[in-house]
């Protein structure tokens, strides 16, 4: 049993990261934004429906309000943690802002809390296809987005700089997600390809297996159904 915080926990791929990690036993702590908007996330009902700063169900996950991009805010709720996710995204916010300024909070906070292991969602944009090429980099790939994917860019480049200091891993999928798919509990680990599909509940197998038994260091790794 682990103790896991999940930023971004309230979100798509933060929802399927508590879900997977409950259902292996571990302890978790849930981090949004504000707990009054996501009831029900702590197991237990709607719990969220009070508008408190923290709320603790049967379920076992905490659900604690905090913003991924505070250092200080970081390293005071993941004092205690093993292991940290982030599937935070501010759709709001500058990409080329907030990805980098997320990986420095998170870098810096969990060391300072002493969490050995990072798992940061990412994006398969900026992930390498077989060829070597970035994938917003291949021919026909949308371009309208650009600055959202040059944003995750400079997310991972900001963990790249935390050096030795933390054990990060950016884990996206190969593609894209298949919204509507359910959990298989297979993947597979495979290089960029704009077609490649995996659900968020298969995704989430990926995330905690690399948190149970770590394979992959300081890396962008791609999963897919499989
Ligand atoms: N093809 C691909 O590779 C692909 C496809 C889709 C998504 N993604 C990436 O996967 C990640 C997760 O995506 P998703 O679909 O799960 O997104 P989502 O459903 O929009 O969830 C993102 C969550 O981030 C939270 N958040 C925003 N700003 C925050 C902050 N400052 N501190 C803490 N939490 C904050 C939001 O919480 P609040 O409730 O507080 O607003 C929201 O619940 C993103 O980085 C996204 O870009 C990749």
Redesign the pocket.
Known sequence: MSRIII?????????AAVGEARRRGHRVTA????PA??PGLAGGGPDGATGAEEHVAEGGVRVVA?????ADAVARLAAGHDAAIS?????G?RPGA??PA?ARALTGGLVRAGADRLLV?????V?ETASGTLLMDTPGYPQEYRD?YLG?AAGNEALRAAGAALDWLVV??A???DHGGARTGRYRTAPAAAASRIS?ADFAVALLDEIDAPEHRRTHLGVEEG
Do not use: M, Q
């Not at 981090?31 to 504000?34: I, K, L, N």
């Not at 969602?121 to 944009?125: E, I, N, T, Y």
């Open positions: 930023f971004g926990a309230g979100g798509r791929a933060g929802r981090v949004v934004r504000d908007r996501h905090g913003d991924v991009t505070d599937a935070a995204a501010d759709l916010a907030f990805f997320a969602v990412g994006l398969a944009s992930l959202f995750h996206s999928p593609g894209d997600f968020y």
